[in-house]
């Protein structure tokens, strides 16, 4: 059973960085997609960022110019670099790995942008 585990997350000032890792445990994650989410209080989950297995990489218009999505495949980890942040940046941050039967997720990493 694949296991994703995210740490990095938490209590930035607006205009800071915070860099998320999600670590996945398995020998699928070199050939899947994996993606980072968010979930604000009150609001559902949201896509933040995507990276195939062959390192393309796309970005919701929110985080474009500030946030870069990179793996590493012989480490099993897949990145977050967050830079600029902002409060609406604030949220739980959860990684996803994306497989044809659905995908398994992480418990989540919370970051706080202060203002």
């Known amino acids: 059973q694949v296991q994703l585990v995210e740490s990095g997350g938490g209590l930035v000032q607006a205009g800071g960085s915070l860099r998320l890792s999600c670590a996945v445990s398995?020998?699928?994650?070199?050939?899947?997609?994996m993606g980072w989410y968010r979930q604000a209080p009150g609001k559902q989950r949201d896509l933040v960022a995507l990276i195939t297995s062959g390192g393309y990489a796309n970005y919701a218009d929110s985080v474009k110019g500030r946030f870069t999505i990179s793996r590493d495949n012989v480490e099993n980890t897949v990145y977050l670099q967050m830079n600029s942040l902002k409060p609406e940046d604030t949220g739980v941050y959860y990684c996803?790995?994306?497989?044809?039967?659905?995908?398994?997720w992480g418990q989540g990493t919370q970051v706080t942008v202060s203002s």
């Open positions: 996803k790995i994306i497989t044809s039967s659905g995908g398994s």
């Open positions: 398995g020998s699928i994650f070199d050939r899947n997609t």
